[in-house]
């Protein structure tokens, strides 16, 4: 049985539920014991889900940060490639404990990992 677990979330946090999803597989591998190590890559669009500006309640759905902040609790690595990151938020401010990653970084933590899910 693998007992590393890599979640790839490629989604904005808003309008889909892939982001949320992911977040929450990624959490609940964490808790439940089944992985031993269970991290969140952020890439594409889906790093947005680690800014820090964020008001969920402006569109009436719930946000990442929370479920992320917890997995980066329970000792897992949550990591935002950060060419995405620049592309898309240029300087904007992201949760802190988040890990800026190169592509080169990304490719290595993916090698890393027994099992890899994208949302």
């Known amino acids: 049985m693998a007992d590393s677990m890599l979640i790839l979330i490629t989604k904005a946090p808003y309008g889909l539920e ?46 990442n940060l929370e479920a992320l902040q917890d997995i980066m609790d329970l000792d897992g690595e949550v990591y935002c490639l950060e060419p995405d990151l620049r592309l898309r938020a240029r300087d904007m401010k992201v949760l802190d404990g988040v890990k ?9 933590i993916v090698r890393a990992h027994q099992l890899v899910n994208t949302f």
């Open 18 to 63: 892939e982001a949320f999803a992911g977040a929450r597989l990624a959490l609940g591998g964490k808790v439940s014991g089944l992985m031993d190590t269970s991290n969140v890559l952020l890439m594409g669009d889906g790093v947005l889900n680690a800014l820090e500006a964020q008001t969920p309640a402006a569109v009436g759905m719930p946000s």
């Open 100 to 108: 800026l990653v190169s592509w080169s970084e990304a490719r290595a």
